[in-house]
C-alpha cells in the first residue's frame, strides 16, 4: 500500500481543484475546467503547464466542428498522487479539529 | 513577465479547506449533470438494436449493428461537446457494477435472441431488444445517480 504523501503540485490553489475534476473522469476539456475554476486561458494554461511537467497530465489536441480543442486526462502517475495526497489530507484531517472556516 | 507562485509546505496546509474545496469542484462541475431524457431514450434505442441484432437474419444483422455502433459514437460525441468531460461507464468503483449488471443482462438478452434466430421462435428478438432497450435507459439514469452519491461520499 502506498503511503499517504504530500503533493505541493497538486496542492496548490487550482490545480487541486483541476485534479479532484479529473480524478473523476476520464477526460475533461481545457474549456470546462477553465469555466469550473473561473480564470483566464493563460492561467489555466499555467496550471496544466505545470501538472504536465512531473507527468502528472496529458494534453490531447482534437479538431471538432471545425475548431481545435484540448482535452485533459490524468496519467497513472497523476492517479496515484491525487489519491496519495488526498490520502495525507485526510490523514491531517484527522489529527486537526476542523476551523469555523471551512465549514462553510 | 511569470509570477513566482508561493512555495507550499505541508505545515502551512488546512486539510480541511483543501478536501472541501474538493468536494466542491467536483460538486459544482460534475453533479450539474443535464442531459436530456431524450438522451437516455437514444441510449435505450441504441442498445435495445445491439440485443435484437442478434436475432436478425442477415444482412439486417450486419446493418443493425453497424447503425447501432454508429448512433453510440454520435452519443459519445455529443455528451462530450455538450459537457465537456467523459467517463466510461466502467471507470467509478461503485458506479460500474450499474454498468457490470447491464452488460451481464445484455448480453444473456443477445443470447435469447440468437436462440431464437436459431430455434425460433424468429420474432423473439422483438421482445428481447425492447427488454434490452428499456433496462439500458433505466440503467443509464441509475448509473449516473450512484456516480454522483460516489463523488459525494469520495474523498
Given at each position: 500500500m502506498?503511503?499517504?504523501?504530500?503533493?505541493?503540485?497538486i496542492h496548490a490553489p487550482g490545480r487541486l481543484q483541476i485534479c479532484a475534476i479529473l480524478s473523476?473522469?476520464?477526460d475533461a476539456a481545457f474549456s470546462m475546467l477553465r469555466d469550473a475554476l473561473e480564470v483566464s486561458d493563460s492561467v489555466m494554461s499555467k496550471h496544466l503547464k505545470q501538472l504536465e511537467d512531473v507527468g502528472y497530465i496529458k494534453l490531447t489536441r482534437a479538431t471538432e466542428n471545425g475548431r481545435q480543442r484540448i482535452w485533459v486526462a490524468l496519467t497513472a502517475a497523476g492517479r496515484k498522487a491525487f489519491a496519495t495526497h488526498v490520502a495525507e489530507l485526510n490523514r491531517l484531517a484527522a489529527m486537526t479539529a476542523p476551523t469555523k472556516k471551512s465549514r462553510s | 513577465m511569470e509570477s513566482e507562485e508561493p512555495t507550499i509546505s505541508e505545515g502551512d496546509v488546512n486539510p480541511h479547506e483543501a478536501l472541501a474545496a474538493i468536494q466542491a469542484a467536483r460538486r459544482d462541475v460534475l453533479n450539474v449533470v443535464n442531459y436530456p431524457v431524450g438522451y437516455d431514450l437514444a441510449y435505450g434505442a441504441v442498445c435495445g438494436l445491439l440485443v435484437a441484432a442478434h436475432g436478425m437474419p442477415q444482412p439486417w444483422y450486419v446493418v443493425s449493428y453497424v447503425v447501432a455502433l454508429v448512433g453510440l459514437g454520435l452519443m459519445v460525441r455529443w455528451w462530450r461537446e455538450r459537457l465537456g468531460w467523459w467517463v466510461n461507464g466502467y471507470s467509478p468503483r461503485r458506479a460500474r457494477w450499474v454498468a457490470i449488471g447491464l452488460a451481464a443482462l445484455m448480453i444473456g438478452l443477445m443470447g435469447v435472441s440468437m436462440y431464437g434466430q436459431?430455434?425460433?421462435?424468429?420474432?423473439?428478438?422483438?421482445?428481447?431488444g425492447l427488454v434490452g432497450g428499456v433496462a439500458a435507459a433505466v440503467c443509464g439514469r441509475v448509473w449516473i445517480r450512484v456516480w454522483r452519491r460516489e463523488l459525494e461520499e469520495g474523498v
Open positions: 502506498t503511503p499517504p504523501v504530500f503533493d505541493a503540485v473523476s473522469v476520464d | 436459431s430455434y425460433g421462435p424468429w420474432w423473439l428478438f422483438i421482445p428481447t
